[in-house]
Each structure stands twice: as structure tokens, then as C-alpha cells.
């Protein structure tokens, strides 16, 4: 499966925005779907994730509440509402799937992910 994240933008603090993963080739209804960031000068980190089955989702703590993840296996896409954008979450976005299809459990770790596609920079200023 490769996957394509898209919707980045320069915005003020506050204001919302909506990222798309698309994912081509492969069975894309079978993975999990994660979407994490590296901000300037840091490690990449885990932002949310989307189990395959849906219904199930995980976020790290700094973005509950503001970060949405869905899906839509239909069109191959996975979304990220950003509600409440932060300046701490000004960074590069990227998109990716859990290596084992129909894993058992959402899982955070970057390590289990592959099929990385190219991020889409978010700029949130203040």
C-alpha cells in the first residue's frame, strides 16, 4: 500500500485544518493507520491511529480533544481533524500503516509502521 498525506498549511493559533492520507494500491481496509509528526530539530512522535476494523482510535494526550482521526475504506482515506491548532503543533505530518494487517491491537510505536508516505508540513502561528 502507499500512501500520500496532503492539507498542510501555514494557520493562526486557533483555527482548524484537515489532513488526508490516500492510500493506493494494496488493501487498504486491512491496516491500521497512523499519523505522526516530527517538529523542526525532534523525533518523530505519535500523534492518533485508526484500528482497521474502525470504532477504534488512539491519541496521544496533547492532542485529545482536538485531533480527530476517521476513516473512509470506501475511498481509501484516512482524515486528521485539527481543531484548536496550537503553535506546538507547527511540524511536518506523515501518514502510515501498521506493518501486520489485521493487527489485534492499535498499536503507537513507530517501529511497527510501514509503507511511510511523503509528510505535509503544518505551520500554526501565534
Known amino acids: 500500500v502507499q500512501l500520500q498525506a496532503s492539507g498542510g498549511g501555514l494557520v493562526q493559533a486557533g483555527d482548524s485544518l484537515r489532513l488526508s492520507c490516500a492510500a493506493s494500491?494494496?488493501?487498504?481496509?486491512?491496516?491500521?493507520i497512523g499519523w505522526f509528526r516530527q517538529a523542526p530539530g525532534k523525533q518523530r512522535e505519535f500523534v492518533a491511529a485508526?484500528?482497521?476494523?474502525?470504532?477504534?482510535?488512539k491519541y496521544t494526550d496533547s492532542v485529545k480533544g482536538r485531533f480527530t482521526i476517521s476513516r473512509d475504506d470506501a475511498k481509501k482515506i484516512v482524515y486528521l481533524q485539527m481543531s484548536s491548532l496550537k503553535p506546538e503543533d507547527t511540524a511536518v505530518y506523515y501518514c502510515?500503516?501498521?506493518?501486520?494487517?489485521?493487527?489485534?491491537?492499535?498499536?503507537?510505536?513507530?517501529?511497527?509502521?510501514?509503507?511511510w508516505g511523503p509528510g505535509t508540513e503544518v505551520t500554526v502561528s501565534s
Open positions: 502510515a500503516a501498521d506493518r501486520e494487517p489485521f493487527a489485534p491491537l492499535l498499536r503507537d510505536s513507530l517501529r511497527v509502521y510501514d509503507y
Open positions: 485508526s484500528r482497521w476494523s474502525r470504532g477504534n482510535t
Open positions: 494500491g494494496g488493501s487498504f481496509s486491512k491496516y491500521s
